[in-house]
């Protein structure tokens, strides 16, 4: 599957080496500097988090994932137990028991990610968009879900706590299908299709397409569709960006912009996923950090006054 490390650590490290970007006035520092320390304990909950995914991804997509049988996933998830139980393992289970221990975080999403693991163990096809979508939702809306308690609501949001999660789930799911659509080809040398049999079936297409990596104009019709309903998925996303803490709002907003424009480059390469990979380079990259922090500086109210003001 494609592998989650390392946009968690993009996310990690806007987290990290950008920590202080968020108040924007001396005055605000000053006042704020309670809530600059609970950052800190924010910015280090979240790496446990991730840290957490990023060795469960570790286990069926790392160096020993031959090895990897059902039955040390179930070892797996009872250690999860033992972590939300208070009796971690190891150090890096330590900092994860810690994290449940002061944030609300639900084990449930945690559990969904391994059995996404076992999905994927199983399972190399996509009958439709409902099992594609489960499969998103187990391996990467859960980071999202798992995300939430720890970046934190913000104070003056009025939004419902039901919206921000649905809007955290939908970025999950955006990063998973965009991560899907750019690895089409690495993929498929793997002999996995992630992508929906009905709708390549619609499109005339098959796997054999896949594997044979032609861009037809079939091949870019459907990943038009493809692309267009990864697209949809952000736009959901973004409604909750904006209704997290303040000090979330910048890294959240980064890496949805960063990895939004993946689709943008799929588009450049003429569609082909097969042998171009699809990357956002340098200076889009960096372009895109004072896009995310100005969006960041949007909080709920202003939102609301953006809103009433241009119906
Ligand atoms: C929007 C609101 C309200 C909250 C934000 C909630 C969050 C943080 C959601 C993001 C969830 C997330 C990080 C999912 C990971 C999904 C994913 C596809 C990872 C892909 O990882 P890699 O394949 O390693 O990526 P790269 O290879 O592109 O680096």
Redesign the pocket.
């Known amino acids: 599957m494609?592998?989650?490390?390392?946009?968690?650590?993009?996310?990690i490290e806007m987290v990290y080496l950008f920590p202080r970007q968020r108040g924007s006035t001396v005055h605000s520092m000053i006042s704020n500097f309670g809530t600059q320390l609970m950052t800190q304990e924010r910015r280090k909950a979240?790496w446990a988090i991730?840290v957490w995914?990023r060795r469960t991804?570790e286990l069926v997509d790392g160096p020993n994932a031959s090895h990897i049988t059902p039955k040390a996933l179930d070892r797996w998830e009872q250690r999860l137990y033992d972590v939300f139980e208070g009796r971690p393992y190891d150090m890096y289970d330590a900092a994860l028991s810690d994290t449940v221990s002061k944030y609300p975080v639900d084990i449930q999403p945690f559990k969904d990610m391994i059995e996404g693991m076992r999905l994927d163990l199983r399972k190399s096809r996509y009958n439709n968009f409902d099992e594609l979508y489960l499969y998103c939702y187990y391996?990467?809306?859960t980071?999202?879900?798992m995300?939430?308690p720890v970046?934190g609501i913000a104070p003056e949001s009025k939004a419902s706590t039901e919206s921000?999660?649905n809007?955290?789930l939908?970025?999950?799911i955006a990063?998973?299908l965009?991560?899907i659509l750019?690895?089409v080809g690495e993929d498929a040398r793997r002999g996995r299709v992630y992508l929906p049999q009905d709708e390549l079936a619609q499109a005339g297409l098959s796997d054999d397409d896949i594997f044979r990596g032609k861009v037809t104009d079939k091949w870019r019709n459907f990943m038009k569709g493809q692309i267009q309903r990864a697209r949809m998925f952000f736009d959901e996303?973004?409604k909750?960006?904006s209704?997290?803490n303040s000090a979330?709002r910048w890294?959240?907003w980064a890496?949805?912009l960063l990895?939004r424009q993946?689709l943008d480059s799929i588009e450049a390469n003429d569609y082909n996923n097969f042998t171009k990979r699809a990357y956002v380079g340098k200076v889009k990259k960096l372009l895109s950090l004072p896009a995310a922090y100005g969006r960041a500086l949007l909080g709920p109210q202003k939102l609301t006054k953006m809103v009433t003001r241009s119906m």
């Open positions: 494609p592998s989650l490390c390392c946009k968690m650590f993009t996310i979240i991730y995914c991804d391996v990467a809306g980071v999202g879900l995300s939430v970046m921000v999660y809007a955290a939908a970025l999950g990063n998973q965009t991560n750019r690895d996303a973004e909750g960006v209704e997290l979330s890294p959240v890496s949805l990895y993946i």
